[in-house]
């Protein structure tokens, strides 16, 4: 185990695989993280079913994947039980399916803490309850582990009723590949507020207006609408790209030395003291739950509003130009 920051990071030496032998894990849900956790755990020589509604079209895939498919009652029954479900449906399955089957010894394990943290799945006090979170997304999590590598890992823990829930979580993470990248410790509270606030802030609900904003602003000035959405959307992979890979030392060495000084200049003149002071509120109303009470009734409400502003979303001039020109770029293209 070493410390980078104020995390606490640990490799393959640091866990113990022993800690899931003899112990069978039922996987709820085969999207792209199910798929990933069911896949990595089976080679990595776990006990792993996957636990699919009735009538799932996943359950073919999962089995010409080589892997059992169970009812979800019959999953909830194993010794782990991995939620890998998207957020909403998790406290409906916990109720229905898992909650009436629990055994004291049980293991509840969560890529996210959303569920846990806002209170929307109580586990009773016999349970352990751990997050194992693989930061990146569930192909990457599978291709890099066939690969012999790994994707770092969160853990963390809710409930520690056995003593031993940070070492499973471990084991676990160890299994999926994430000893082999480095795995952080957090808490459910740190993943779960961080996690909100970057999606919404920054990630999807912040760049996605920044977008618009620039392709609105250039379109206003008489500029081409497909000049703007090369210089405000399309570009943007380029940019991101060189960030993940290197940060902003990597970005600044490899853009123009005119993009650098404008970005030096005026980037803080759109990203300015009001603009952080909107984030803070976001943030705040992650940490005090008025997301999460929103979201919980907006899923009551059939996802009303959302549904609505997707669509509204989705019928901004910049997809309509986007559309003619990606048909443009063969190499987008898929089968």
């Given at each position: 185990m070493t410390t980078m920051g104020t995390m606490k990071v640990y490799y393959a030496?640091?866990?113990?695989?022993?800690?899931?032998?003899?112990?069978?894990?039922?996987?709820?849900?085969?999207?792209?993280?199910?798929?990933?956790?069911?896949?990595?755990?089976?080679?990595?020589?776990?006990?792993?079913?996957?636990?699919?509604?009735?009538?799932?079209?996943?359950?073919?895939?999962?089995?010409?994947?080589?892997?059992?498919?169970?009812?979800?009652?019959?999953?909830?029954?194993r010794d782990v039980v991995a939620f890998l479900l998207p957020d909403p449906?998790?406290?409906?399955?916990?109720?229905?399916?898992?909650?009436?089957?629990?055994?004291?010894?049980?293991?509840?394990?969560?890529?996210?803490?959303?569920?846990?943290?806002?209170?929307?799945i109580v586990p009773p006090p016999d349970v352990d309850v751990i997050m194992v979170a693989p930061k990146g997304p569930g192909n990457l999590v599978r291709q890099l582990f066939a690969q012999g590598q790994g994707v770092p890992c969160l853990i963390a823990v809710a409930q520690d009723a056995s003593g031993q829930a940070k070492g499973l979580a471990l084991a676990y993470?160890?299994?999926?590949?994430?000893?082999?990248a480095g795995v952080l410790e957090t808490t459910f509270k740190e993943e779960t507020e961080t996690d909100l606030f970057g999606e919404q802030a920054v990630l999807c609900g912040g760049v996605t207006e920044l977008i618009k904003a620039g392709f609105e602003t250039l379109i206003e000035a008489g500029y081409a609408p497909e000049?703007?959405?090369?210089?405000?959307?399309?570009?943007?992979?380029?940019?991101?790209?060189?960030?993940?890979?290197?940060?902003?030392?990597?970005?600044?060495?490899?853009?123009?030395?005119?993009?650098?000084?404008?970005?030096l200049t005026r980037g803080s003149r759109v990203i300015d003291e009001h603009v952080r002071a909107n984030m803070r509120r976001l943030l705040r109303e992650v940490q005090d739950g008025t997301f999460a009470r929103?979201?919980?009734?907006?899923?009551?409400?059939?996802q009303a509003v959302f549904k609505?502003?997707?669509?509204?979303?989705?019928?901004?001039?910049?997809?309509?130009?986007?559309?003619?020109?990606?048909?443009?770029?063969?190499?987008?293209?898929?089968?």
């Open positions: 030496q640091d866990a113990d695989p022993e800690r899931l032998k003899g112990k069978t894990i039922g996987i709820l849900g085969y999207g792209s993280q199910g798929r990933a956790h069911a896949l990595n755990l089976k080679d990595s020589g776990c006990d792993v079913v996957v636990g699919l509604r009735e009538g799932s079209p996943s359950a073919q895939r999962a089995q010409s994947d080589g892997l059992p498919v169970v009812p979800l009652d019959e999953a909830a029954e449906q998790q406290p409906a399955v916990y109720e229905r399916h898992v909650k009436p089957r629990l055994r004291a010894g049980q293991t509840l394990l969560f890529a996210h803490g959303f569920n846990v943290h806002y209170g929307q993470a160890h299994a999926l590949g994430g000893t082999r000049m703007a959405y090369f210089e405000c959307l399309n570009e943007l992979k380029l940019i991101v790209d060189l960030l993940y890979e290197g940060g902003l030392a990597k970005m600044y060495e490899f853009v123009s030395e005119t993009a650098g000084y404008g970005s929103e979201w919980v009734l907006e899923n009551q409400a059939n609505a502003r997707l669509r509204e979303e989705l019928e901004h001039p910049i997809e309509e130009v986007g559309k003619r020109l990606r048909a443009m770029m063969g190499w987008l293209q898929r089968d």
